[in-house]
């Protein structure tokens, strides 16, 4: 595989990325959203607007700025201002719950926070308000939470609500900051200054803050649009979230380092992305299998003329009806990467041979360096021979925000990834599966032990223990094992309803199984054992022929 293109270290800033995508595709499309289109060089004026009325409220380099908001113009503007001046992105996962946001608000040391009002049934700025009335109560840059103790002002995208200062007076009260301090701070820039803080699940209840420096997200962002194919004719519908390293550099970077037209919908809904799709004449999508297959299936896709689709995943459901037959195009499944990589650490070419990107994760990309450990004892493994995968390279994150490093790095500074996987004579990646119990649903990571942790909250279970149950379109579903407590009535409508008050969406159980204790494993110490209770959650859903999205287990 040919490896992207490498470009100058010191490009690689969110600055001088911006200046030269507005420099070289100038009035040309950057973005369409809400029936308006956003040029290259109206997306630098933008940026640069909200730089200044950062710089104006007294952000200054290394603070963190905190978004929470779905896929839209402002934030891609707001991931471009903060690079500007210095300021360090923190993006806030749209489906968190309140105290998921405050964790990360807290642990993150966001003294700003963007926000959306309110997106579907969330009231993002209610939910704040309501959670900390005296936001509302004290006089705009004299805010003095202890539960908060960083944060200073909050900003929203609407109409604001008290000292809450709404989006278009904060952009106006940054117009006396001059254009040449925003050059000069932007000058001052280097790759390897802090850039964005990203959370993801991890092992532990709360979500680890991965410190990205600049030059990952751009890196990346270069990366992809190579290694994706794209060009200025494309355009590019998508469903990935942006508050993931995945969305970020997958599909807001790479389509604009290439001058291809993103089209964005806050809200994944098949039907109107069906119309977007073929109304703008977008040529490849950026969704997960469960959404492709959601639009293939959607009873308006046989009406809707979807031939300008030419880059489109050989899963596609779509495929029929773009008329493509050949499996000449394939992204999903053929790279490796983590947020910790800020996605891909290895991939091959979109156009790469069928066989290659169907069997292998791809080659190392250049920078990186895998080695295959046996997870025991450490000891590097032969090629060939199956471990687990470490690594460390280029877009490698700064560090988990507030651990030390000697906590995930071994002693010559390779990362232990808890992936298994094994490296082929021709030096191709290929992963084989998650060594950790960590369970991956729809492309996202989810901690048992959170779901562990809320389940252990309702008086009428025991336990309640999730497991990851292999999917065809979702990679795996949880369901919840659960021993009830002795004498206790509840049903799956109960639990999953007491659950839905602490966990997000996508971390929602999609099944909840009761066992009885004589049903179960126990180690030694009286813990229940894992393997052993994915089993028969395995067989319970064969026996019991239970149907999830779609997919039959007692027909599988």
């Not at 290439?258 to 799709?277: C, D, R, S």
């Not at 929602?508 to 126990?522: G, I, N, R």
Request: net charge negative; glycine share 8%.
């Amino acid at each position: 595989m040919a490896e992207a293109t490498e470009i100058d270290n010191e490009r690689l800033t969110m600055g001088r990325f911006l200046t030269e995508i507005a420099d070289e595709f100038g009035e040309s499309c950057a973005i369409r959203f809400n029936r308006e289109d956003i040029s290259y060089i109206e997306l630098q004026s933008r940026s640069r607007a909200l730089a200044k009325a950062l710089v104006a409220a007294g952000v200054v380099k290394g603070a963190r700025v905190a978004v929470q908001m779905a896929n839209r113009p402002e934030w891609a503007v707001a991931s471009f201002a903060t690079g500007l001046i210095g300021a360090v992105l923190v993006p806030i996962n749209t489906f968190a719950t309140s105290e998921e946001r405050d964790y990360i608000l807290r642990h993150s040391d966001a003294s700003l926070l963007i926000v959306q009002p309110q997106l579907l049934k969330h009231r993002y700025l209610e939910s704040l308000l309501t959670d900390h009335p005296s936001i509302c109560e004290v006089p705009a840059g004299q805010l003095y939470l202890n539960a908060l103790p960083q944060l200073r002002r909050v900003v929203c995208l609407e109409a604001g609500q008290g000292t809450v200062a709404d989006y278009d007076s904060f952009i106006e009260a940054g117009a006396t900051v001059p254009d040449a301090i925003i050059d000069e701070m932007s000058s001052e820039m280097h790759p390897m200054d802090d850039c964005c803080i990203i959370y993801t699940s991890g092992t532990t209840s709360n979500p680890k803050g991965v410190l990205h420096a600049h030059r990952a997200p751009v890196l990346q962002g270069h990366r992809f649009a190579e290694l994706v194919l794209f060009t200025t004719e494309d355009r590019l519908y998508t469903s990935y979230p942006f508050f993931w390293t995945a969305g970020m550099a997958m599909s807001l970077m790479a389509p604009l380092a290439k001058g291809t037209k993103l089209i964005l919908q806050e809200v994944f809904n098949p039907e109107e992305a069906l119309l977007a799709i073929e109304q703008e004449k977008v040529t490849c999508i950026h969704a997960w299998p469960h959404q492709h297959k959601a639009l293939g299936e959607h009873p308006s896709c046989k009406e809707r003329d979807l031939t300008s689709l030419v880059k489109l995943d050989a899963f596609s459901a779509l495929k029929p009806y773009a008329g493509i037959k050949d499996d000449n195009y394939g992204v999903h499944g053929s790279a490796y990467g983590l947020t910790e990589t800020f996605t891909i650490a290895s991939m091959t070419k979109a156009d790469a041979d069928a066989s290659i990107r169907e069997k292998t994760t791809g080659l190392p990309l250049y920078g990186n360096i895998f080695r295959i450990v046996d997870p025991d004892s450490g000891e590097r493994l032969p090629q060939g021979k199956e471990g687990e995968i470490t690594l460390k390279g280029l877009s490698f994150m700064r560090g988990y925000y507030k651990r030390l490093p000697e906590d995930y790095l071994d002693d010559d500074g390779f990362f232990h990834t808890q992936d298994g996987g094994f490296i082929d004579d021709d030096g191709y990646l290929h992963w084989t599966g998650r060594i950790s119990s960590m369970i991956k649903t729809g492309g996202a990571n989810v901690s048992p032990l959170e779901i562990e942790n809320a389940a252990g909250k309702m008086p009428e279970l025991r336990v309640g223990l999730p497991v990851g149950i292999s999917h065809p379109i979702m990679g795996q579903v949880i369901v919840l094992c659960a021993l009830k407590t002795a004498g206790a009535d509840t049903d799956e409508a109960r639990v999953r309803a007491f659950l839905k008050q602490h966990l997000a969406a996508y971390k929602l159980p999609k099944c909840v199984l009761f066992f009885k204790e004589d049903e179960l494993s126990f180690t030694g110490s009286a813990k229940i054992q894992v393997g052993p209770l994915r089993e028969a959650a395995i067989a319970r859903l064969k026996s019991e022929n239970i149907t999830i999205d779609d997919h039959n287990y007692g027909s599988a």
